[in-house]
């Protein structure tokens, strides 16, 4: 065999192992979709810092649609990152929409303007903005006289379920010790058996009247937060009305 049949031999070995090589890499199977919400994040993540955002939308939408289970915390996180990705792949609609479920699962939502690009930000900051004026201008003014639903329509639900739980737990206090106090009653005004319970009934009583009393601060409490919250501006520092109980009294205390 010559040099140049030696070479051309060998160049076509080379060249049928390259044209094999290829045919397996376009065979190889593609990579398979994440099966977990986590796995998915975690792709989505790394997608972002990549900056393929293709990947990250086709990653987050699974998590963000519910199609696979996640908490709170990861579908948020999915609506994060789906409505960045489909901004920024010129789909506006999309993403006003994936922020707007965003805003409904946590309203206290944000977009780190260090990590998130400025159209992105103010993008998202404008659909918030128009999401919390429709909320608050939903709100009724009459509701703050029936706490705690006034705090729970001016978005203090904390402070709702307080002024609720004492609410409720004082007025059941305040029945029951009626009703003890009407079972013990006898015709001629005594209370028990030959009016064993007389003491006992002076002691309900003083339970009873307390109890009121407990009932008529929380409520006068809640008008009160119900009406300052209801006239806060949405995106204003709120301010912090606490109800303060100690031993011989009680008050209120205002902060900034």
């Known amino acids: 065999m010559t040099r140049a049949r030696l070479f051309a031999a060998v160049a076509t070995m080379l060249m049928v192992a390259a044209a094999t090589g290829l045919a397996r890499a376009d065979e190889a199977p593609a990579p398979s979709a994440p099966t977990t919400a986590f796995a998915a994040l975690v792709r989505a993540t790394a997608a972002y810092e990549y900056g393929d955002m293709v990947q990250v939308v086709d990653a987050a939408r699974p998590v963000a649609e519910g199609t696979l289970a996640c908490s709170v915390e990861q579908r948020a996180r999915a609506l994060r990152f789906l409505g960045i990705g489909l ?16 805003l409904r699962v946590d309203p206290h939502a944000r977009l780190d303007p260090t990590t998130t690009r400025p159209e992105v930000v103010a993008f998202f900051e404008d659909i918030r903005h128009r999401h919390v004026a429709r909320e608050w201008a939903s709100r009724s003014f009459i509701w703050n006289f029936l706490p705690p639903v006034g705090q729970f329509q001016n978005g203090e639900s904390a402070t709702g379920w ?59 409490y809640g008008v009160i937060d119900g009406i300052v919250h209801y006239y806060r501006p949405p995106d204003e520092t709120s301010s912090s009305l606490s109800l303060l109980v100690f031993p011989g009294g009680g008050g209120l205390r205002l902060t900034f």
């Open 87 to 102: 901004f920024l792949t010129n789909r506006a609609l999309g993403a006003e929409n994936a922020f707007v479920e965003l």
């Open 162 to 220: 307080v002024v609720g739980g004492l609410e409720v737990a004082a007025l059941a206090t305040f029945v029951g010790c009626k009703l003890l106090s009407r079972s013990w009653r006898n015709p001629d005004n005594s209370y028990g058996p030959s009016g064993s319970r007389n003491s006992d009934e002076r002691t309900v009583r003083v339970v009873e009247y307390a109890s009121a009393g407990v009932f008529a601060a929380a409520y006068l």
